[in-house]
C-alpha cells in the first residue's frame, strides 16, 4: 500500500502543471520606448500545430520555423497605453533560448508612441489555458526597475515612472526568490538525493541507521551549508558580471549533478562527505539561479538589494523543503518503505528524470513537460 501512495504521488507531482514564469521588460527611453517580451513556450502547442515532422517533440527549429505564426498570436495579448492611446507594436528580434528548464521566446518589441508620467500594461496571454502562470514586469528608465507581477487575478498594472522603492525592490526579488527553488524540480531533486542519505552511513559496505537525530541534523546541516555557500558564490559572481558561462551548458550540467547524486545513492562512488559534493555542484547550480537575475537589467543601486533578497528567497525556499524532508526521512529510515521506495525507488525515478533533462536540454528539445 505505501508502494502505490508514493507512486500515486510521484506521478501527480510530476503531471501537475509547472508554475510559468513569464518576463517583460519596458524601456521607458522617450525617443525610442520598447518593451522585451520573454515567455514560456510549453502553451503555443495548444494554439498552433508546432510539431512539423510528426515525432512527438518540439525542437527550437520547429519553434523558429513557426515565427511569424507565433507573432501574429503573441501581440495582441500585450497592450501599453500611454496617455489613453494604445502603442503601436513592432516585433524587431525573434528569438528562442532556455531558462532554468523550460525553452523561451523572447521577442524585442518597439513602441511607437508618446511616452508619458504613467503607463499601463494588459497582459492576457494564455491565462485562458493556464490560469497560475505569472508575468514579471519591470519598468526600466533612470529612476526606476522595480519588478511588478501580472498573474490571471490581475492583468493590468500601472507603470509609474518615478516612484521607486528599494525596500520593494528587495522583497519582490525575495518572493521571486521562494518561487523560483519551489518550481526548479532540478534544483529540488539534487538537494533531495543529497538529503535523503542523511539518517544513514555505510561501514564495511554495510549499510547503518543513524542512532540519533542529532548526528542526522549535522549531516543535513553541513549538506545545506555547504551548498548555499556555493551557490552563493557562482551567484554573486554571475550577476555581477565577474563570471560569464554558457547558460546551456550549465542547464546540462545541472541535470548532470543531478544524476551523478541519484547514482551515488544506488552504487556508492562516495560513501560520506557528501557536504563536498553540495559544494562542488552548489557552484554549477548558482550560475542557474543567476539566469533569472540577469535576464533583468538592473541598476547598479539595485544590485546589492535584489541579489541579497533573491538570494535570501532560494534559502527560505530551500529551508521549507527540508523542514519537511526531516520527519518524513528520520522516522521511516528504519523501515522498507525507506529504503527501496525513498532511497533506491526514487533515486532511480530521479536518475530517468534527470537523464531525460540532460539530453533535451544538450538537443533543444522539449520531451519532459516539467
Not at 202 to 229: C, G, H, P, Q, R
Not at 282 to 288: A, K, T
Request: charged share 20%; proline share 2%.
Amino acid at each position: 500500500m505505501k508502494i502505490i501512495f508514493f507512486l500515486v504521488f510521484l506521478f501527480a507531482f510530476l503531471r501537475a502543471d509547472v508554475l510559468k514564469e513569464n518576463y517583460v521588460v519596458v524601456d521607458t527611453n522617450i525617443s525610442h520606448p520598447s518593451l522585451t517580451l520573454d515567455f514560456e513556450s510549453d502553451n503555443l502547442d495548444q494554439f498552433i500545430e508546432l510539431d512539423s515532422n510528426d515525432n512527438g517533440l518540439i525542437s527550437w527549429s520547429e519553434l523558429k520555423d513557426k515565427k511569424d505564426k507565433i507573432i501574429e498570436l503573441v501581440l495582441p495579448h500585450i497592450t501599453i497605453t500611454s496617455h489613453k492611446k494604445s502603442c503601436s507594436k513592432k516585433v524587431t528580434n525573434f528569438t528562442v533560448h532556455r531558462r532554468v528548464h523550460q525553452s523561451y521566446i523572447l521577442l524585442d518589441i518597439d513602441l511607437d508612441c508618446k511616452i508619458e508620467k504613467d503607463l499601463l500594461l494588459h497582459y492576457d496571454l494564455f491565462f485562458d489555458v493556464d490560469r497560475v502562470q505569472k508575468l514579471f514586469v519591470q519598468l526600466k528608465d533612470k529612476n526606476s526597475s522595480n519588478p511588478m507581477v501580472i498573474s490571471v487575478r490581475k492583468q493590468d498594472i500601472k507603470l509609474d515612472i518615478e516612484n521607486e522603492s528599494l525596500f520593494k525592490t528587495f522583497i519582490n526579488f525575495l518572493v521571486e526568490g521562494i518561487w523560483h527553488i519551489w518550481i526548479g524540480y532540478d534544483h529540488i531533486l539534487f538537494l533531495l538525493m543529497l538529503l535523503i542519505p542523511s539518517v544513514i552511513y555505510y561501514m564495511d559496505k554495510k549499510m547503518n541507521i543513524e542512532s540519533s537525530l542529532k548526528s542526522t541534523l549535522i549531516k543535513i546541516l553541513k549538506i545545506v551549508t555547504a551548498f548555499t555557500i556555493a551557490h552563493s558564490i557562482t551567484l554573486a559572481l554571475s550577476v555581477l558580471d565577474l563570471v560569464d558561462v554558457n547558460s546551456r551548458y550549465i542547464e546540462v550540467s545541472i541535470a548532470l549533478s543531478v544524476l551523478f547524486t541519484a547514482l551515488n545513492n544506488l552504487f556508492l562512488f562516495i560513501k560520506s562527505r557528501t557536504w563536498m559534493l553540495a559544494f562542488l555542484f552548489g557552484l554549477i547550480h548558482g550560475f542557474g539561479f543567476a539566469s533569472v537575475l540577469k535576464e533583468m537589467t538592473l541598476k547598479s543601486s539595485e544590485l546589492v538589494g535584489s541579489l541579497l533578497g533573491f538570494n535570501l528567497g532560494v534559502e527560505i525556499g530551500q529551508m521549507a523543503i527540508v523542514l519537511v524532508l526531516i520527519p518524513l526521512i528520520y522516522f521511516t529510515r528504519g523501515t522498507k518503505f525507506y529504503r527501496y521506495i525513498l532511497l533506491y525507488g526514487f533515486s532511480i525515478v530521479t536518475a530517468i528524470i534527470s537523464s531525460v533533462w540532460a539530453y533535451e536540454r544538450y538537443f533543444d528539445l522539449n520531451i519532459l513537460p516539467f
